[in-house]
């Protein structure tokens, strides 16, 4: 009798646990609760809140392995009054870093070139529209310069930084929100709140798209687009406190039933899961684990298989968060890196799908996020959308963000422009030609248009007239 074997060239994906001297160590975390991840990364630094006086965060250069304060103490980020609970770095920009706190304000600030050499007490901008404590934090994928903040004042709050000033606002929630995420071009986003309903919407508008049950405890969900697959999916709990994994269809999330649930087990930390569109894998960890679940989404009957489990250290888990796909090793068929951080520790996972070739494995690495804007603010709140603008991840043809430097403005350590502002990245495309390059070639062609559109009205006048 013969067995058959379901094809996957995902299902062996591994990591190897970094030796200590190449993990970050000797920082004490904020203890603040809540149901963030405690840390974010971006293609150049990763930030985490500390324990210290005011809201003091910890931003720490990609690479820069060891004690942080090896060399004395470390410089931080200290502009607010209390705990910081989120971070969020800008996909278009890896020096611009957003940093919410209990003291309900917002800071936009500017990572110096290389990394903090200094300690830095005043932002780039300081936004404070919300009453009470920010929570989450998250850059819009495809728009430059927007950023959207949850509050537990229930509302959630659509800021254009680049001018500091509230584009949009939404106020469906009557309960405490839990979690936040954009969809892949921006165009709607899912929260889940205490009152266990997952909510999708234009937060531009406030017009919700489908409104469902996802669990049944109010204990933290969150959830996942899988758009190439029309699925959305949600870990969350059961009345009895167990963990479950459900997947929906996206078309009809308002349908009672779930495509799809399954047992993750029992234990009482918020989970987290990130996603890896290009192979579909679904990476989930939880705060107190010792282990990430791995699993292969697929669009036949079964939807979801199991890979394996993937044991992350001794130390339990604080807080996980993944790197953009630019700052995988493609050569080296790096699928996902994600960061783990516990009580005094953070590391660097990386996950590698085994391969024999030496050689960029097209199929594996798809055109990828290019970390360029497809739109201006005033293009996203006037109401547009705009699908991501991709590049490849061929290291011989890939082409990367390259940040400005801010003006002095604000006289003290942080950089600003001229009116308090922050400026977007000014990218490269693979033609040579910068943002500021492309902006003036369409600031010439729309005048040439005007001009001929003059001129074709002056003819059909004239041509009028003769007849």
């Not at 062996?12 to 200590?20: C, E, F, G, I, N």
């Not at 937060?203 to 669990?215: E, G, I, S, Y």
């Not at 201006?376 to 061929?394: H, R, T, V, W």
């Amino acid at each position: 009798m013969s067995s058959r074997l379901r094809s996957s060239k995902v299902r062996h994906v591994y990591a190897d646990l970094p030796k200590d001297k190449d993990t970050y160590s000797n920082f004490v975390l904020d203890s603040t609760m809540g149901d963030h991840n405690f840390i974010n990364a971006g293609l150049k630094h990763f930030a985490l809140s500390v324990k210290g006086g005011g809201g003091q965060v910890l931003v720490v250069s990609h690479g820069n392995y060891g004690k942080v304060n090896q060399n004395g103490a470390p410089p931080i980020l200290n502009g607010h009054k209390s705990a910081v609970l989120d971070t969020a770095f800008s996909p278009f920009n890896g020096d611009i870093l957003a940093t919410g706190s209990v003291d309900s304000k917002i800071c936009i600030w500017q990572i110096p070139e290389g990394g903090l050499t200094e300690s830095l007490t005043e932002p780039a901008l300081r936004m404070d529209k919300h009453f009470k404590k920010v929570i989450f934090l998250e850059f819009h994928p495809t728009s430059s310069n927007v950023l959207a903040s949850a509050s537990a004042d229930k509302t959630i709050k659509l800021w254009d930084i680049e001018t500091g000033q509230v584009g949009g606002e939404v106020k469906c929630h009557k309960n405490l929100i839990q979690s936040m995420l954009w969809n892949e071009d921006g165009s709607l986003m899912f929260t889940t709140s205490k009152d266990k309903l997952g909510r999708m919407f234009d937060p531009r508008t406030n017009d919700v798209v489908a409104k469902f049950t996802a669990h049944e405890s109010v204990k933290a969900a969150k959830g996942v687009f899988m758009t190439s697959l029309n699925k959305f999916v949600t870990v969350g709990a059961t009345k009895q406190a167990k963990r479950e994994l459900k997947v929906w269809d996206l078309r009809k999330l308002d349908a009672s039933k779930p495509l799809k649930k399954l047992n993750l087990g029992s234990s009482a930390g918020t989970m987290m899961q990130f996603y890896d569109a290009a192979n579909k894998l679904l990476f989930i960890g939880g705060k107190g684990d010792g282990n990430l679940k791995i699993f292969e989404m697929a669009s036949d009957k079964k939807m979801i298989h199991e890979c394996s489990t993937f044991s992350t250290g001794a130390n339990p888990c604080k807080g996980l968060c993944a790197l953009p796909k630019a700052a995988c090793d493609v050569m080296a068929c790096e699928t996902m890196r994600i960061m783990k951080l516990s009580s005094t520790r953070a590391s660097e996972l990386r996950f590698i799908i085994p391969r024999k070739s030496d050689d960029f494995q097209e199929d594996l690495f798809p055109d990828d996020y290019a970390g360029i804007p497809a739109q201006s603010a005033a293009d996203y709140f006037e109401g547009k959308n705009a699908a991501p603008i991709l590049m490849s991840l061929d290291p011989e043809q890939r082409t990367d963000v390259k940040s400005t430097e801010f003006k002095t403005n604000l006289g003290g350590a942080t950089k600003a422009s001229a009116s308090g502002a922050v400026v977007a990245a000014n990218v490269v495309n693979k033609d040579g030609k910068s943002t500021k390059d492309l902006e003036k070639e369409l600031a010439a062609a729309k005048a040439k248009i005007k001009d001929l559109e003059q001129e074709i009205k002056s003819l059909e006048q004239q041509l009028k007239s003769l007849k």
